[in-house]
């Protein structure tokens, strides 16, 4: 379960949040594009937009929920 006091500093702020337990994987950002992106130097996913409508929430609930590491956490601020 992912850990809002790992979370990482390049996360928006808002519900979802990636911690510092991410494998870069590519699956969020395979899910939800225009949620999440790729910290290249670091190698690390993050949320650069919190969903704004109801599609975009439920891509990132089935990133969280398919997440293999489970580094992404709904119950960010």
Partial sequence: M???SN???ENVAGKFFVD???IDCDACRATAPDN???EDEKGFSY????????????????ALE??????IGSDGA
């Fill in 2 to 4: 992912a850990d809002k």
């Fill in 7 to 9: 979370k990482y500093a």
């Fill in 20 to 22: 510092d337990s991410c």
């Fill in 36 to 38: 999440f992106a790729r």
């Fill in 47 to 62: 949320v650069f937009k919190q969903p704004s409508s109801e599609v975009e929430y439920q891509l990132c609930m089935d």
């Fill in 66 to 71: 398919g997440c293999p590491v489970e580094a």
